[in-house]
């Protein structure tokens, strides 16, 4: 009897023991996301073979004030893309592009107006990687992807991508709670060399259903310098200036999927030409929106 009971009892605690390994092993699995009160914990995930398709649009107004006169440049641009995952590559999500659409068009330029021929980069892919928390590199594929907006000015699709992705905190965020990310990157647009810096105070607004998926509301303050310099019709010039602006993402924390942004920034700087003695003031105002799609 007592052996009897002994057993019974020995069941009883294996059972309670498997009883809380499955509570506890189904709570790690339903709240790897974390939760509002303790903290979020917010990371890109995608599943096998998932695909995502995203909408861009974009417009950017320059001024220059010369000689007495103001001369605007206009500039729209648009763009679908998917993003395919491919496994894992050093912990970083491994993503496949497909540009399956984009349009550019300049007015109000010196050339005149300009749409480049995109046709080698509409329907081309390249793969990237991503890092949990939002930082872009590993890029192949894209040597090839390049256009012209004039006779010298060639731009890689690269630098449309190396960006794109919001940076996530690294930590545990609640309602409120907010953090820093900074940007230091040298970019080669054509003839011109600019070299931006911008620091980011992000924070979490609260949260919101956004195309059916449970998202966080982001928004960011962004102020920042540039500087750089260029070459055209053979004169030599550089440029510096200040930057400021705002961001509202949304981030899918469930899904670990980057849902929307609509960022709004304006630059104030001027244009140095040495040889010609002049100085030209330059205000840039920008605003540009990612949308997830499909």
């Keep these: 009897m007592i052996r009897k009971q002994a057993l019974q009892t020995r069941l009883l605690i294996v059972l309670a023991i498997l009883t809380i390994a499955l509570l506890v092993g189904c709570a790690v699995k339903r709240n790897i996301w974390g939760d509002p009160t ?6 890109y995930r995608m599943g096998e073979d998932q695909i995502f398709k995203y909408q861009t649009s ?4 320059q001024k220059l004030d010369m000689m007495g006169q103001t ?3 206009t500039t729209k641009s648009g763009s679908q893309f998917s993003v395919q995952f491919k496994g894992l590559k050093e912990k970083n999500l491994l993503l496949g592009i497909t540009v399956e659409n984009m349009k550019i068009n300049t007015t109000g330029g010196m050339a005149g107006d300009i749409t480049p021929d995109l046709s080698a980069i509409i329907g081309k892919s390249f793969d990237m990687t991503l890092s949990p928390l939002g930082k872009e590199g590993g890029f192949s594929g894209t040597e090839a992807l390049q256009y012209q907006t004039g006779p010298s000015e060639k731009h890689n699709i690269e630098s449309s991508f190396k960006r794109i992705f919001p940076d996530l905190a690294g930590k545990p965020v609640k309602i409120g709670d907010t953090w820093t990310t900074k940007e230091d990157f040298t970019e080669k647009a054509g003839s ?3 070299h931006v810096i911008t620091e980011n105070v992000n924070t979490l607004q609260g949260l919101e259903t956004v195309n059916g998926l449970e998202c966080v509301k982001i928004e960011s303050k962004i102020t920042g310098t540039f500087d750089g310099k260029g070459k055209q019709m053979g004169a030599e010039f550089t440029f510096k200036g200040n930057v400021k602006g705002t961001t509202t993402w949304y981030f899918a924390y469930k899904k670990g999927i980057f849902v929307s942004m609509k960022a709004n920034s ?3 700087g001027s244009v140095e030409v040495s040889a010609q003695g002049m100085t030209i003031p330059l205000t840039t105002e920008s605003r540009a929106e990612i949308n997830l799609i499909q």
Excluded at 58 to 61: I, L, M, R, V
């Design 192 to 194: 011109v060399d600019i």
């Design 266 to 268: 304006t630059s104030e």
């Design 71 to 73: 001369m605007v440049t």
């Design 38 to 43: 303790s903290g979020l914990n917010l990371t």
């Design 58 to 61: 974009s417009q950017e107004s």
